[in-house]
């Protein structure tokens, strides 16, 4: 099994900052790509910014230029620094991570694991 672990949300209020991280922990042979996406009340869970194995990085248009991903693969972990940060920004962050996993016969096989998710909230 594999862990995904958030941290790093909270209150701020318009135009300030926060840094999202996402550490992975177990059985892990390799993280592809991982991600963050967001969710609202009501609302379906939508993407926010991905990075690949590679570093090769995609955006949603509304954070392209205030929102960086990042990683680190030696440590399995995934960041998202988030700046100017508006009120229509808050939502449930959740990060996911694709991973490759060995078998005890030494096949490999991808599965997509999800964070719990953790909570931004950008007062006006």
């Known amino acids: 099994q594999v862990q995904l672990v958030e941290s790093g949300g909270g209150l701020v209020q318009a135009g300030g900052s926060l840094r999202l991280s996402c550490a992975a922990s177990?059985?892990?042979?390799?993280?592809?790509?991982m991600g963050w996406y967001r969710q609202t009340p009501g609302n379906e869970r939508e993407l926010v910014a991905r990075?690949?194995?590679?570093?090769?990085?995609n955006y949603a248009d509304p954070v392209k230029g205030r929102f960086t991903i990042s990683r680190d693969n030696a440590k399995n972990t995934v960041y998202l620094q988030m700046n100017s940060l508006k009120p229509e920004n808050t939502a449930v962050y959740y990060c996911n991570a694709d991973v490759t996993m060995s078998t005890p016969s030494g096949m490999l096989n991808d599965y997509r694991y999800w964070g719990r998710g953790t909570q931004v909230t950008v007062s006006s």
């Open positions: 990075i690949t194995a590679g570093s090769t990085t």
């Open positions: 177990g059985s892990i042979f390799s993280i592809n790509a």
